[in-house]
């Protein structure tokens, strides 16, 4: 009798541990598909449209921007919130840098500039631009 519970204890183990590797599997696939994605952020949104942009690689990597717009600040402040997965690697990746780049070198981009050269300005104003049409000039 016990050499039957402990066959049946064994498979169970053995069941669970093929479930735990399946998962973990899954795991490193969307693990290595993620820095697959991060490896070049920069062309990764130069190359985008708008809509790829705001859509889908935004939501893939933040869960919300903060823009405080301040009338006497003389820029505004601009902070995020990534999802938690990016944020970890995005801090991992920060701290690998500066312990490569000595401190006297490095030269930090302020947090409020755009990765991508500012704002999408054919989405903001139109081909016939801010001042109304005329009928000529």
Request: hydrophobic share 35%; proline share 7%.
């Amino acid at each position: 009798m016990k050499l039957v519970e402990l066959k049946n204890e064994r498979k169970r183990i053995e069941a669970q541990l093929a479930d735990v590797s399946e998962r973990l599997g899954i795991g490193v696939s969307v693990l290595q598909h993620a820095l697959d994605l991060i490896a070049a952020p920069y062309a990764l949104y130069r190359d985008a449209n708008s809509t790829v942009r705001r859509h889908h690689l935004n939501e893939t990597f933040y869960r919300r921007f903060y823009i405080d717009d301040l009338d006497n600040a003389m820029a505004p402040q601009v902070t995020d919130e990534m999802i938690p997965v990016f944020s970890d690697v995005h801090r991992v990746a920060r701290s690998c840098r500066s312990a490569q780049t000595p401190r006297s070198k490095r030269v930090d981009k302020p947090r409020n500039e755009p990765p991508f050269g500012g704002s999408n300005k054919a989405l903001w104003v139109g081909t016939e631009g801010f001042e109304p049409p005329t009928a000529g000039v």
